[in-house]
């Protein structure tokens, strides 16, 4: 017969074997969701964009890491509102994700009075890549139009003609474009196209004078000397294209920049966004996305959801101030 003493020190000395043998198991740790079979990647501009390259080797690099298939697709219309109409309403099981640029969700809130979503559909993944803005001049224009005080000097000139493209009303290069046209005192009219492809494609045609969108969609026709790029908005000179000014460089003091964020339904667990972080992190990673993403003049690079979420609010507060300043609305 063992005493007490004895009984404690037997106890102590079982309790960790105990603990790990069958039937002793501690609480059960919650599992993770399971991976979905197939996941898309919605996109709310058409096919052919940068938006769209990036998605589409992304999503080549998450199959089997995120889903067995993951799938592009694209649902342009309303300036990108459609696609994220679309993420709203899809089930939070994270098959459904969205990439968006970020003028939807920092510009929009602001210039659209019966927006029918809002910041709390959506629950930030991951950053996917920075880009920067710039103006370019095509055949519509005459040769001699080399700057952008040659531009300005010819729309004033030219005040029927002095037309720009942009990606679509409201859309960062449209308030980029009015914002220029206020603070040069030149008025510039705004054209807004279904993404920035048929814009740069009339531009290329000379159906339009100029264009502001995405330095990506210009890099190729560039060196040919089809475009020409008269300036960015950013607060430093691209690395690709340096040898183009600044707006701030210009005279001009005005320093946005543009990003594509990853997205889920607002509902989705902390473990179905933190599971689509991991996948996106090393899927943007990969030097293939990153080699691809250069030809398309953009920077990949991921965040946390939490780092997403924080450029998000600080763009909001940012282009609050500065539609107030233009006093625009999507209805003027």
Do not use: C
């Not at 502001?212 to 475009?227: A, C, E, M, V």
Request: net charge positive.
């Amino acid at each position: 017969m063992i005493d007490r003493r004895q009984f404690t020190r037997l106890t102590a000395a079982l309790a960790p074997a105990l603990w790990a043998a069958p039937g002793w198991a501690q609480a059960p740790q919650a599992s993770p969701p399971p991976l979905p079979g197939v996941a898309k990647i919605i996109t709310g501009f058409p096919p052919g964009g940068t938006l769209d390259a990036l998605a589409r080797r992304v999503a080549e690099r998450m199959r089997d890491r995120y889903a067995s298939t993951v799938l592009v697709d694209n649902k342009p219309g309303a300036g990108g509102q459609i696609g994220i109409l679309t993420l709203r309403d899809s089930p939070a099981d994270g098959s459904t994700l969205l990439v968006t640029p970020s003028s939807m969700l920092s510009i929009y809130p602001y210039t659209y009075p019966k927006l029918r979503y809002s910041l709390d559909d959506l629950a930030p993944v991951s950053l996917g890549a920075m880009m920067d803005h710039g103006i370019a001049v095509g055949p519509g224009v005459p040769a001699s139009v080399r700057t952008l005080a040659d531009f300005l000097a010819w729309a004033s000139a030219h005040p029927t003609e002095a037309n720009y493209g942009n990606p679509g009303a409201g859309s960062m290069p449209h308030m980029v474009g009015v914002l220029l046209s206020q603070m040069a005192k030149v008025e510039l009219r705004s054209i807004p196209y279904r993404g920035t492809v048929p814009g740069v494609q009339d531009l290329l045609g000379g159906q339009i004078p100029a264009f502001w969108g995405p330095i990506g969609d210009y890099l190729q026709h560039i060196k040919p000397g089809t475009l020409r790029v008269l300036a960015t908005a950013g607060a430093r000179r691209s690395p690709f294209l340096p040898q183009v000014p600044t707006l701030q460089e210009l005279g001009y003091p005005l320093k946005v920049h543009e990003w594509y964020g990853f997205f889920l339904p607002r509902k989705a667990s902390p473990e179905t966004v933190q599971r689509a972080s991991e996948a996106l992190r090393a899927g943007l990673a990969h030097p293939e996305v990153i080699e691809y993403g250069k030809q398309y003049g953009l920077e990949v690079r991921s965040s946390t959801p939490a780092e997403l979420g924080q450029m998000l609010r600080a763009d909001a507060d940012q282009w609050r101030g500065l539609i107030r300043q233009t006093g625009f609305t999507a209805e003027s």
